[in-house]
């Protein structure tokens, strides 16, 4: 599962934000084809491509994904693929610029997470994938909203890894406890903030942070607003003062101000107690929670339960997402065929693929593994028994296809900690916080040279 990274592991990236704009050319493939090539790559390139020997180098942060790799060398043995893991995301990021940057010592394929894919579209970084074996025709593997996370004007940038589609991950027996029924509509939800926080003022219906920008971005993205754009060139969208953006922000002020939610900092110590001991009993969640939940708290197995995100309009099922990856391939590779098929191959071919859900514990991109018997039907004791897989499956189907990102996702997440996210944990103006999180994008845009829309 790809975890969010933490807000000081954000601010770490904006000196990896001040390369951005840095770009870097693509060259000829040792392979026979361009690396930039438009054309198709045939058959017989192909074929030539992958039973010459050759070295890949693979930059990614999974855990053990070695076995994944083992996979593609057996199918191809010609190619020997050195897998580097650098730490963080954050860390190969920069990493990652800094070796685009000099021109060498950079990888051929890399793992990118969806929100940052853009920033290096923007530097003419990375490969379009569309002219290589196989690629087009992994359309149909995905759910439309990934698609067009990883693809813009017909070039295809990344192929998907993981997902993150949101719901709710609730304590049934703090639930039951005060009589709640579980919300299913964001005005159930305050209601019960209100019922559970009156009858017990230790408790609080969920926990929303001012440090995880990407949990806040995901509420908004369920409630269909498209505050980030790039349109691959020199425009970029911020529009974080929508009605949809403020419906979101106004309500959780109102939540926050009456004290029956709290601000906590997650992914620290006391925010794993806060969930083992009933003090949140909620978590608006990523599909990957429902298996980090397991380990963050062991302890209270059998306790937890799932459901769609509460919808603004009762019967709606809208979410967002928060989190994912892909691999992609560096513009600079010398083996572009290969690189490609890399990418490709540890992420669509059936083998491989399970392999991640089933070693890694991520939540599945592809189609056919979602809608498996095997994965959905699947029941979890820590859930009680239910079918978790199942909650995060349906969302999946419901995420919202138009939603975009800045090419200078760092720099929005560390000032989010600033701005709003301040207000938040402050329990403060969050309108005055959203507005000095607009104007900060803006200006920072313009002294990029990009144009505002």
């Known amino acids: 599962m790809l975890k969010p990274r933490s807000a000081p592991a954000v601010a770490a990236s904006l000196t990896a934000a001040a390369l951005l704009l840095t770009a870097c050319g693509g060259g000829s493939g040792s392979d026979g084809s361009k690396s930039s090539s438009a054309k198709t790559v045939t058959k017989a390139q192909f074929d030539k491509a992958m039973s010459t020997p050759t070295t890949l180098t693979f930059w990614t942060w999974v855990p053990d994904i070695s076995k994944e790799v083992a996979l593609f060398e057996k199918k191809y043995p010609a190619i020997k693929v050195k897998v580097v893991n650098i730490g963080s995301s954050t860390d190969q990021y920069k990493a990652m610029r800094t070796s685009l940057r000099a021109g060498k010592g950079g990888p051929d394929v890399a793992q990118v997470e969806y929100q940052f894919l853009s920033s290096f579209t923007l530097t003419k970084n990375l490969l379009d994938l569309s002219p290589y074996q196989g690629i087009k025709a992994m359309k149909s593997e995905f759910p439309a909203w990934v698609w067009n996370q990883i693809s813009a004007d017909g070039a295809v940038y990344a192929v998907p890894q993981d997902t993150a589609p949101m719901g709710m991950i609730y304590r049934n027996d703090v639930l039951a406890k005060y009589g709640i029924k579980t919300p299913t509509t964001w005005d159930e939800f305050a209601a019960a903030a209100k019922t559970l926080h009156e009858k017990n003022p230790k408790a609080y219906i969920t926990n929303l942070p001012g440090s995880d920008p990407g949990q806040f971005v995901g509420l908004l993205w369920q409630n269909g607003a498209n505050p980030f754009g790039f349109d691959g060139k020199k425009t970029v969208t911020i529009d974080l003062e929508s009605p949809e953006v403020t419906k979101v922000v106004d309500y959780w002020q109102k939540l926050i101000q009456a004290g029956e939610v709290s601000t906590d900092a997650d ?126 499956v349906d969302a999946s189907t419901h995420v919202t296809t138009s939603f975009g990102w800045l090419p200078f996702m760092d720099y929005a997440y560390t000032t989010f900690n600033d701005t709003l996210g301040k207000a938040i944990a402050d329990k403060g103006d969050m309108e005055a916080g959203l507005k000095a999180w607009q104007d900060k994008l803006v200006a920072y845009a313009n002294q990029q040279g990009l144009t505002v829309k």
């Open 267 to 392: 992914f620290n110590d006391q925010w794993y107690k806060g969930l083992s001991s009933g003090k949140y009993a909620s978590w608006l969640a990523a599909a990957w929670g429902r298996t980090f939940l397991e380990g963050a708290a062991k302890t209270t197995s059998g306790k937890w339960r799932t459901t769609e995100l509460p919808q603004w309009t009762a019967g709606d099922h809208a979410t967002g997402n928060w989190g994912g990856s892909t691999d992609a391939v560096m513009n600079t590779t010398k083996n572009p065929i290969a690189a490609a098929e890399l990418a490709r191959f540890i992420n669509v071919e059936d083998e491989p693929a399970n392999m991640f859900v089933t070693k890694q514990q991520f939540f599945p991109s592809k189609s056919s593994i979602l809608n498996s018997t095997e994965f959905a039907d699947a029941k979890s004791t820590f859930y009680g028994g239910e079918k978790a897989n199942k909650t995060f």
